[in-house]
């Protein structure tokens, strides 16, 4: 079965600083996607960034980057220059595809509380 | 673009009553799809669509129907409402199967009494 695993249910960070959500996957599937979304407390899910498990280098967008080592089926979300606004749910999901179609597997949760 | 439009935001049902969670796109997307997220969980699949006239279940199906008659709308149905649907119904929809991005309404926040 495959499933997405996040660690860690609330973290603190100092504004200006950077901090990693970690999440782990695990599938036997050679192709999937990795997809992290962030929830606001307004409650809609914003993409923010996307893995291939075929990319050659690991996924950047602005301050969000994803640490992919695939050997270890571990896609860990680094924010760089924490914001006051970054508070928020963050998600991790993969892609499970099957056949014509594909579901989202999302992992629990991590609730980012940054700090002034 | 208005990207992946749902409606209403919010709603209120009695156990037993009918209502439909409205989904539509403009972005010309074949797969469609719906989610609930429950307090403390990710979301999950609830029906999907991999284009017009073509649906079928995801995990959790029981009590949930859906259609999709046009590319643009995927409704979803619920028939009899019970407490145990309260919760927060996505809507998400992609070109494709791999893409890189998939696009999530707004949500709707569902309360059943």
């Known amino acids: 079965a495959q499933k997405i695993t996040q660690t860690q249910p609330g973290m603190f960070v100092q504004e200006k600083e950077a901090v990693t959500l970690d999440c782990t996957y695990d599938?036997?599937?050679?192709?999937?996607?990795l997809f992290w979304y962030k929830q606001p407390s307004s409650g809609e899910m914003i993409f923010l960034i996307y893995?291939?498990?075929?990319?050659?280098q690991n996924a950047t967008e602005g301050r969000y980057s994803l640490n992919f080592q695939k050997a270890r089926k571990s896609a860990n979300l680094v924010i760089s220059a924490s914001q006051l606004g970054d508070s928020a749910m963050y998600f991790c999901a993969m892609r499970e595809v099957m056949d014509s179609s594909y579901k989202l597997i999302f992992g629990s949760g991590t609730r980012l509380l940054v700090r002034p | 673009n208005a990207g992946v439009t749902q409606t209403p935001k919010f709603q209120v049902l009695k156990t037993g009553q009918s209502m439909t969670l409205q989904c539509a796109q403009d972005?010309?997307?074949?797969?469609m799809s719906w989610y609930r997220q429950d307090p403390g969980m990710g979301l999950r699949l609830i029906h999907y669509?991999?284009?017009?006239?073509?649906?079928d279940q995801g995990e959790v199906p029981n009590g949930y129907n859906v259609s999709r008659s046009t590319t643009e709308d995927f409704p979803l149905r619920l028939l009899s409402a019970a407490p145990s649907q309260t919760s927060v119904y996505f809507c998400?929809?992609?070109?494709?199967?791999?893409?890189?991005?998939?696009?999530f309404g707004s949500g709707t926040q569902l309360s059943v009494l």
């Open positions: 669509s991999v284009g017009a006239g073509i649906t």
């Open positions: 893995q291939g498990s075929y990319d050659q």
């Open positions: 599938t036997s599937d050679p192709s999937y996607g």
């Open positions: 972005m010309n997307h074949e797969y």
């Open positions: 998400a929809s992609s070109y494709g199967i791999r893409d890189r991005e998939v696009f």
